[in-house]
């Protein structure tokens, strides 16, 4: 008897905000299409290495301007 084969179903995922940001960094860097097409996992280590620092950068950002309000508000 032959095993049956299994078939791939995608999962829906609840998006989150880093999800969306990460998704507009890689739409800012051409790879959208890509994305759409085959998913997270189609693109290459150093595409991902790109989207990852980049997002860490804006995090940074978005942390020390917060921090330096509160400094002034207090």
Not at 5 to 29: N, S
Not at 38 to 47: F, I, K, Q
Request: charged share 35%; net charge positive; aromatic share 2%.
């Amino acid at each position: 008897m032959k095993a049956a084969k299994k078939r791939k179903t995608a999962k829906v995922k609840k998006e989150k905000p880093e999800d969306r940001l990460k998704y507009e960094i890689a739409c800012q860097l051409g790879l959208g299409e890509k994305v759409r097409t085959e998913g997270w996992g189609g693109l290459t280590a150093a595409e991902t290495g790109r989207i990852g620092g980049i997002i860490t950068t804006r995090k940074r950002l978005q942390n020390s301007k917060g921090a330096h309000s509160n400094k002034m508000e207090g």
